[in-house]
């Protein structure tokens, strides 16, 4: 009897396209996604159950083009494949759907609050994270979950707290790159951002000029304290007192 595997069929990772050859029209739309990459590589450096593609292709049907997100995040998936890496990510060869969709709404809108709001809940991502930055009056920062189906806006506060992840989400200031201005973080249980190379290199750096100050500052009480001593001792003896008796 012949053993018949649909999923052979199907054509591999190395065969399809790595993207849909759009061109980002904001280069917030790689940066962004490029930091939470790069934060979780800080926060999960033992860990190999995980992968964040920055636009990247996500295939779900052979017959179709893939869904490009600007970044997504897997759990129990492997990490890296080989030196090569993954040149797509393709649900029949990953047998997971990913748990987080992020996109960075440009001037240019591409359909992140209509169509690919649609798409990924049909696909039933369970996360989906948008961020706009050039709203005013509106939230710029949206989470939704899937519920029943479909996307429900999780409470408006900053950041976040996604309990299947075990990290929070938010927006703050700070500086990546080199660049100060409002980016979006992973956050730990206690609601603190996980910092940047170059803000955790600046937070060491204000510890130990601190730490310094201090030691100067202990210094000084110190021997102003034995300024006090001494003058203490020579009133003393002025009174025919000798202060070595009193100890």
Same mark, same amino acid.
């Given at each position: ?12 990772s ?6 849909d050859?759009?061109p ?5 739309q ?9 934060l ?38 492997e ?23 992020l ?28 961020y ?14 899937l ?34 201005r ?18 955790? +290199?600046?937070? /060491? &750096? $204000? #510890? !130990? =000029? @601190? %730490?310094?100050?201090? +030691?100067?500052? /202990? &210094? $000084? #009480? !110190? =021997? @102003? %304290?034995?300024?006090? +001593? ?18």
């Amino acid at each position: 009897m012949l053993n018949y595997d649909p999923l052979a069929c199907l054509p591999s990772s190395e065969e399809l396209p790595d993207s849909d050859d759009t061109p980002v029209d904001n280069e917030l739309q790689d940066l962004i996604p490029g930091l939470l990459k790069a934060l979780l590589a800080i926060a999960w450096p033992e860990r190999m159950d995980w992968f964040f593609g920055v636009d990247m292709g996500i295939y779900y049907d052979p017959d179709l083009p893939p869904i490009v997100p600007d970044g997504f995040l897997s759990l129990g998936v492997e990490r890296f494949y080989d030196e090569n890496l993954r040149p797509s990510y393709v649900l029949w060869e990953e047998r997971r759907v990913p748990l987080l969709a992020l996109e960075v709404v440009s001037q240019k809108y591409r359909g992140e609050y209509s169509t690919k709001k649609a798409e990924y809940a049909k696909l039933g991502i369970l996360y989906y994270v948008v961020y706009n930055p050039n709203r005013r009056r509106k939230p710029r920062l949206e989470i939704y979950k899937l519920i029943n189906g479909g996307y429900t806006a999780l409470e408006d506060s900053n950041p976040v707290w996604l309990p299947e992840i075990g990290l929070g989400i938010g927006m703050e200031r700070g500086t990546y790159l080199g660049i100060p201005r409002q980016w979006l973080y992973w956050y730990n249980q206690q609601g603190e951002k996980l910092l940047t190379p170059e803000e955790d +290199a600046k937070l /060491a &750096k $204000q #510890e !130990a =000029q @601190q %730490a310094k100050q201090e +030691a100067q500052q /202990a &210094k $000084q #009480e !110190a =021997q @102003q %304290a034995r300024r006090r +001593a001494e003058l203490l001792a020579e009133q003393l003896r002025s009174l025919g007192i000798d202060p070595d008796s009193l100890s």
